[in-house]
């Protein structure tokens, strides 16, 4: 199936003002959004079929918002220590993030990507209008989804924790939301090594990028074996969408 860019949703709404304001005219507009609104949500119900997940018919007008304000999206704040390269090509990153405040979801569904379907499902309603300020708060990136993985280091424990990071305007004062599963939590300072990979992430692919990842490093104490963060910069209807591995480093 086609993926629906903003490209599309200008396209329909240059057409719809181009004929007028009569009546029919406005029959024609809400036609045409309405047809607009099917089609996104046909695309990502079958992006979420492959996470096997089913999606709800009130996530019609959320998947809109978000598509419409894609382009518009703020980068969660961080300072970058140092740069790493092999053969010439960037290979990973320190960086360090300040505390701040972020609203996360815990899920601990039989799948990795079931578990941050449904979270971040949860947390696009909270961002387009399930809050305590009733609008759209703004989207940030990256989304992260905390993991952990079992003693025989093989596989991820079930729970898994997505966090949306608060727009700047909302730090001091966040809206508070309406599911009661949402949580708003101060996140202490964190000092990662990151890794960028592309594509969708499942628990064979996170797996896959973490070894590579400690094959790339070497052997080191320096960072945590069992907690690694997956950060998303993309919505999950992009198929090879941009993905980090990040390293959590001890304090020091």
């Known amino acids: 199936m086609a993926r ?36 996104l949500f046909a695309h990502w119900e079958a992006v979420a079929s492959t996470h096997r997940v089913s999606l709800p018919r009130d996530m019609a007008g959320p998947i809109v918002q978000m598509t419409r ?32 405040k972020w609203a ?62 608060l727009p700047g305007e909302f730090q001091q004062n966040p809206p508070v939301p309406t599911d009661p599963e949402i949580h708003i939590t101060e996140r202490a300072p964190l000092w990662v090594i990151t890794r960028v990979f592309y594509g969708m992430t499942t628990e064979e692919t996170i797996l896959r990028e973490i070894g590579l990842f400690w094959e790339l490093l070497g052997s080191t104490d320096t960072v945590l074996r069992e907690t690694y963060i997956v950060a998303a910069y993309e919505n999950p209807s992009i198929p090879q969408r941009r993905n980090e591995i990040w390293f959590i480093c001890r304090a020091k």
């Open 4 to 39: 629906i860019t903003l490209e599309d949703l200008d396209g329909l709404g240059e057409e719809a003002a181009a004929g007028g304001g009569g009546d029919g005219d406005e029959e024609e507009e809400e036609a045409a959004e309405a047809e607009e609104r099917g089609r």
């Open 104 to 165: 996360c979801v815990t899920k601990g569904e039989p799948m990795y990507e079931q578990s941050i379907s449904m979270s971040f499902m949860k947390l696009m309603r909270y961002i387009c209008k399930e809050n305590s300020v009733g609008c759209y708060l703004g989207m940030t990136v990256p989304v992260l989804n905390e993991i952990h993985l079992t003693k025989e280091g093989t596989e991820l424990e079930r729970e898994v924790v997505t966090a949306y990071y």
């Open 69 to 100: 304000h894609n382009q518009a999206r703020e980068p969660v704040p961080y300072v970058t220590l140092s740069q790493h390269e092999k053969c010439k090509e960037a290979a990973y990153e320190e960086r360090w993030y300040p505390a701040g």
